[in-house]
């Protein structure tokens, strides 16, 4: 069989299933991701002087992000449902637009980074949602997994 054998999403006959975690050691598991929505020069001063329409887009995409955590393993279809024991999104303007990352922390047999993942796409999606009326050329961009703790093997982007 092809590459199917290292994806753990995968039985050994090339079936789909959940990974089993109950052999596991339950730790402290941290993960943080980050992504970036590209804007305008137009779309930021807006986006600085709480101009839009729908109210302070980088707050309420903070919030996004973290409601969408809390909701993980019900997007992703083989995620399993862990109890948050933090989630924190920040959202900060750069020249070209804005940065998030996401921090997502548990106590589980499986880790967090899908939750630090969705966390800061749909925080990026609401900020699209909230300027497409004011640009429509908007990127989201390099969404990322920066690192990750407390599992069998930690990582850190270098």
Same mark, same amino acid.
């Given at each position: 069989m092809n590459n199917m054998s290292e994806l753990?999403?995968?039985?050994e006959t090339g079936k789909i299933k959940m990974v089993d975690v109950s052999g596991k050691e339950t730790t402290v598991r941290r993960a943080v991701a980050s992504a970036k929505v590209v804007l305008s020069s137009a779309t930021l001063q807006t986006l600085k002087t709480q101009s839009t329409p729908k109210g302070d887009? $980088?707050?309420i995409a903070r919030i996004a992000g973290i409601m969408a955590a809390k909701k993980t393993s019900e997007l992703i279809?083989?995620?399993h449902q862990i109890d948050l024991s933090k989630v924190n999104v920040t959202a900060e303007f750069t020249e070209d637009g804005i940065f998030l990352t996401a921090e997502a922390l548990t106590n589980a047999q499986t880790g967090v980074e899908?939750?630090?993942l969705t966390a800061v796409s749909v925080a990026a999606l609401t900020?699209?949602?909230m300027c497409k009326a004011v640009q429509k050329d908007i990127a989201i961009t390099d969404i990322r $997994?920066?690192?990750k703790t407390g599992g069998k093997g930690d990582y850190q982007r270098g």
């Amino acid at each position: 069989m092809n590459n199917m054998s290292e994806l753990s999403h995968f039985d050994e006959t090339g079936k789909i299933k959940m990974v089993d975690v109950s052999g596991k050691e339950t730790t402290v598991r941290r993960a943080v991701a980050s992504a970036k929505v590209v804007l305008s020069s137009a779309t930021l001063q807006t986006l600085k002087t709480q101009s839009t329409p729908k109210g302070d887009p $980088l707050e309420i995409a903070r919030i996004a992000g973290i409601m969408a955590a809390k909701k993980t393993s019900e997007l992703i279809p083989l995620c399993h449902q862990i109890d948050l024991s933090k989630v924190n999104v920040t959202a900060e303007f750069t020249e070209d637009g804005i940065f998030l990352t996401a921090e997502a922390l548990t106590n589980a047999q499986t880790g967090v980074e899908m939750e630090a993942l969705t966390a800061v796409s749909v925080a990026a999606l609401t900020i699209y949602d909230m300027c497409k009326a004011v640009q429509k050329d908007i990127a989201i961009t390099d969404i990322r $997994l920066e690192s990750k703790t407390g599992g069998k093997g930690d990582y850190q982007r270098g």
